[in-house]
Nanobody, 115 residues
Framework: QVQLVESGGGLVQPGGSLRLSCAAS????????MNWYRQAPGKQRELVAA???????DYAVSVKGRFTISRDNAKNTVYLQMNSLRPEDTAVYYC?????????WGQGTQVTVSS
């Protein structure tokens, strides 16, 4: 069992930056692929960024070059640094931990990009 708690969301102007954090507890964090998803109103949840046990990363085309995912296994935490934010990045952002058939979700944190 893994518990995930996101933080760092908020209101930011277009072009601004935010860093999301996801603290994990309850299992061996380093074994998990960690992902950030987001869901905008009226849209399906989409994968934003992923990082494997060996720190290989992948990004959605829409955020590549602007967002950076990283993990600190000593702190059981995964981060999402978001730069050059756009209004279309507005969504609830969810942390996800995945290994094998096991899949865990955080409660989500709201990110709003607006002037």
């Amino acid at each position: 069992q893994v518990q995930l708690v996101e933080s760092g969301g908020g209101l930011v102007q277009p072009g601004g930056s935010l860093r999301l954090s996801c603290a994990a507890s309850g299992s061996i964090f380093s074994d998990y692929v960690m992902n950030w998803y987001r869901q905008a109103p009226g849209k399906q949840r989409e994968l934003v960024a992923a990082i494997t046990r060996l720190n290989s990363t992948d990004y959605a085309v829409s955020v590549k070059g602007r967002f950076t995912i990283s993990r600190d296994n000593a702190k059981n935490t995964v981060y999402l640094q978001m730069n050059s934010l756009r209004p279309e990045d507005t969504a609830v952002y969810y942390c996800n931990a995945h290994v094998g058939i096991l899949n865990y979700w955080g409660q989500g944190t709201q990110v709003t990009v607006s002037s």
